[in-house]
C-alpha cells in the first residue's frame, strides 16, 4: 500500500509519503471548515512564535534618545 506515484524501491518511507500526501489534499480540500480552521490557526501560531522568537527589540524598554 503506497502513494501514488511511489516506487517501492524509493529512499523515503511510504508511511512518510503517504503522510506527506494526505496533509497535502487536507490543505488543499476548498470545501472544509476543519481545514480552514487549522490552517488559520496553524497560521496565527506561526505568526505568534515569529514576533515572539525573531524580534530583537523589546517595545517595553525605553527608547534611545535621537
Given at each position: ?14 508511511g ?25 490557526l ?16 523589546d517595545?517595553?524598554?525605553?527608547q534611545?534618545?535621537?
Amino acid at each position: 500500500m503506497s502513494a501514488p506515484g511511489v516506487k517501492k524501491g524509493s529512499s523515503s518511507p511510504s508511511g512518510v509519503v503517504q503522510w506527506i500526501t494526505s496533509a497535502c489534499h487536507f490543505a488543499t480540500d476548498r470545501n472544509d471548515f476543519r481545514r480552514n480552521l487549522l490552517v488559520n490557526l496553524g497560521l496565527f501560531a506561526a505568526g505568534v512564535w515569529v514576533a515572539r522568537n525573531l524580534s530583537d527589540f523589546d517595545l517595553m524598554s525605553p527608547q534611545p534618545v535621537t
